[in-house]
């Protein structure tokens, strides 16, 4: 029952350390992007000296030799330029981090900061009448932000309902508003089910299905979470059927 909404809480904690990776493999980048930056610079500034000091030689020495000069002049150019290409290379990959950092950081608020509401449990018997049984669900906000306005929409069937079409056939007949869901909070939630019903289920003749549907609300938007539970004959007690998150 619980382990759709863990699962994805625990997805949200489990990307956190890709973000960590990603944070250190972006400074690495940038500083090597920098260091070589700076040999760069060292390079122009021993050139450019290199450049008057050859003027000078040239003034006081006629018969030095240009030829040594110059190729080391055309090996640091080579040098230069092959610098330059490894700090645009080193660039464009911290963008490329940055961007993968920054997509990260969205889904991780999209998945981790909004609450998760779900059932803690199943369907309990709490107390059995003449002519009815009332069971008991609690749902807990399993999230690490509050959830406003948790309204909740109980069909039950002899026939297993269609999810979609229940959900937009449910009114204000068949809903009932729980309130707020703080983080860790839980709530419980009642439903009464005919004896005579029950009575026919034990005997094979008749089944008993129950839809519920949590809708809520928090500051990124609307979410729910539907389950359709079947009364077993062999436990006396409802299976869950089916469960989504919308």
């Known amino acids: 029952m619980t382990e759709t909404i863990l699962n994805k809480y625990n997805y949200a904690m489990i ?8 944070r250190a493999k972006k400074y690495r980048y940038f500083l090597a992007s920098l260091f070589l930056l700076v040999c760069l610079m060292s390079m ?13 030689a040239d003034e006081t020495h006629s ?4 030829i040594s000069l110059a190729v080391i002049k055309e090996y640091s150019e080579i040098l230069g330029v092959l610098l330059e290409a490894a ?38 018997l709490l107390r059995d009448e003449e002519d009815k049984k009332q069971y008991s669900i609690a749902m807990k906000n399993f999230g690490e932000v509050p959830a406003t306005n948790v309204v909740v929409s109980c069909i039950v069937s002899d026939t297993k309902p269609d999810k979609s079409n229940s959900v937009a056939q449910s009114n204000e007949n068949n809903q009932f508003h729980l309130g707020p ?7 419980k939630y009642w439903v009464f089910l005919d004896n005579e019903r029950y009575r026919k289920t034990m005997e094979g003749t008749s089944n008993v299905f129950i839809f519920l549907y949590f809708s809520y609300v928090f500051p990124g938007g609307k979410s729910g979470y539907g389950m359709i539970s079947q009364l077993d004959s062999k436990t006396s007690n409802f299976i869950h059927r089916e469960m989504w998150i919308d």
Do not use: H, Y
């Not at 911290?94 to 909004?114: G, P, Y």
């Open 87 to 124: 700090v645009v290379v080193l660039l464009l990959k911290t963008v490329k981090d940055f961007a993968e950092l920054a997509k990260v950081s969205k889904l991780q608020t999209e998945v981790r900061f909004r609450p998760w509401v779900g059932p803690s449990g199943g369907f309990e």
């Open 15 to 22: 990307l956190e350390k890709p973000e960590l990776a990603l």
């Open 181 to 187: 869901l703080l983080p860790g909070m839980e709530k």
């Open 44 to 56: 122009v500034v021993t050139i450019k000296s290199q450049e008057v000091s050859t003027e000078k």
């Open 63 to 66: 018969n030095a030799n240009p």
